[in-house]
């Protein structure tokens, strides 16, 4: 039984959206953010207590980047991978850990807006610089998005759904205003049946309460 462990908005998303896209069968498994994860027996999926974690018969396999390397590599037929040989195979490579590069200033962001809770805990100093790095990968994306649709000019693969994430998460700290191929991208991206499939339902616990946090006063 293939079975993935889950926390709604966490990176996780990008696993559940691309398992949509390729129209797999799968158990959902939600944790909560409220409960401790580092737990003797869910290390064992996911050493460093974190989501996602894949179950697929015998094999687990617990990092977002190599989730979908195994599963476009394992399930070939969906289309979404760029395998060796491909014209877009290093391209696709390197976007697929480009998402994590963001993915960095996104944790760093959401550590100091969302999961530090009180403000003596926080440091303005860092939230500013990371959102100011954060707003850098963007503009990456802003240059490689001019004159097409996705990430690769052949079209919609799996690294846009791990970058496709990263830019959902980023947007809450970032305003895409002066990145109007990003906010194009985003929009498109919320369009897809699995990308909203993947989003919470309602009455869901939440990661982000707010659309935007602000930086605070420096």
Not at 85 to 101: K, M, P, R, S
Not at 134 to 139: G, Q
Request: proline share 5%.
């Amino acid at each position: 039984m293939r079975r993935l462990h889950h926390g709604w908005e966490s990176r996780s998303t990008r696993s559940l959206a691309l398992l949509y896209e390729m129209g797999l069968e799968f158990e959902l498994v939600v944790h909560s953010f409220l409960k401790p994860l580092y737990t003797e027996a869910y290390r064992k999926l996911s050493p460093a207590g974190r989501v996602p974690a894949l179950e697929d018969g015998d094999l687990t396999i617990f990092e977002t980047g190599a989730i979908t390397e195994y599963l476009v590599t394992t399930y070939p037929q969906s289309g979404l991978g760029r395998p060796i040989g491909d014209a877009e195979h290093w391209q696709w490579v390197q976007w697929l850990h480009f998402a994590e590069t963001i993915g960095q200033h996104l944790a760093t962001l959401t550590q100091h807006h969302v999961v530090l809770r009180k403000d003596w805990m926080r440091s303005p100093t860092v939230m500013k610089y990371e959102t100011m790095r954060l707003a850098r990968t963007l503009a990456v994306l802003e240059e490689a998005l001019e004159g097409q649709d996705y990430l690769l000019a052949s079209g919609f693969s799996a690294i846009d759904t791990n970058v496709g994430y990263s830019v959902y998460g980023a947007q809450r700290f970032v305003r895409l205003d002066a990145l109007p191929n990003v906010a194009a991208y985003s929009a498109r991206l919320l369009t897809r049946p699995a990308f909203q499939k993947a989003l919470p339902p309602e009455g869901a616990e939440r990661l982000y309460l707010k659309d935007f946090y602000e930086l605070p006063d420096v």
